[in-house]
Antibody
């Protein structure tokens, strides 16, 4: 069971970036998937979620990113994405993709995490 | 949004000690609380979910309790590998939120 993020980079304020997360070792399509970020030296911040096909691929976002970030998934490719637009300096962070619950889960938990990818927003 | 406040923010302890970290929610969240451990440069690791259910593979020296607004994470018999930062997280309602973290250091 593994999640591998990619796409982190240095980007200027106002710019855009797409992060990817490749999943393996489990039935990706069964699970909700989430993004969590961590600014340098700071705590964890939930970014958003995309539900599975059975729940209409609906999404939820933190207020800090709503309207600027879009979470997508491609179950045929076992991949999760986040499109980030109008980036701000305060979006600088390590971005983690995490596995959320499936229909078989007892609790809503983030039980598998990727290693993270660094996004730096700076001029 | 539901605010989670952890105490203490920093904790110094010795190998073999019993330590307790508290997480208080700004409103009732039933048992929709998880605990994570994070070591420097690494991703968080799930320890406890549903306030008291030990995640598979996590040593039994870790335990969680509480319901409503007050929760605790207890580590019985600290091991060298337990020195890390611990976060609580509520999954009762969106936006999901984390506590500010408790850094557990070696005395």
């Amino acid at each position: 069971v593994q999640l591998v993020e990619s796409g982190g980079a240095l980007v200027q304020p106002g710019g855009s970036l797409r992060l990817s997360c490749a999943a393996s070792g489990f039935t990706f399509s069964d699970h909700y998937m989430d993004w969590v970020r961590q600014a340098p030296g700071k705590g964890l911040e939930w970014v958003g979620r995309i539900r599975n096909k059975a729940n209409g691929y609906t999404t939820q976002y933190a207020a800090s990113v709503r309207g600027r970030f879009t979470i997508l998934r491609d179950d045929s490719e076992n991949s999760l994405y986040v499109h980030m637009n109008s980036l701000k300096t305060e979006d600088t962070a390590v971005y983690y993709c995490t596995r959320g619950p499936s229909q078989y889960s007892i609790d809503d938990v983030f039980d598998v995490w990727g290693q993270g990818t660094m996004v730096t927003v700076s001029s | 949004d539901i605010q989670l406040t952890q105490s203490p923010s920093f904790l110094s302890a010795s190998v073999g000690d019993r330590v307790t970290i508290t997480c208080r929610a700004s409103q009732g969240i039933s048992n929709y609380l998880a605990w994570y451990q994070q070591k420097p440069g690494k991703a968080p690791k799930l320890l406890i979910h549903g306030a008291s259910t030990l995640q598979s593979g996590v040593p039994s020296r870790f335990s969680g309790s509480g319901s409503g607004t007050a929760f605790t994470l207890t580590i019985n018999g600290l091991q060298p590998e337990d020195f890390a930062t611990y976060y609580c997280q509520q999954v009762n309602s969106y936006p999901y939120t984390f506590g500010q973290g408790t850094k557990l250091e070696i005395k």
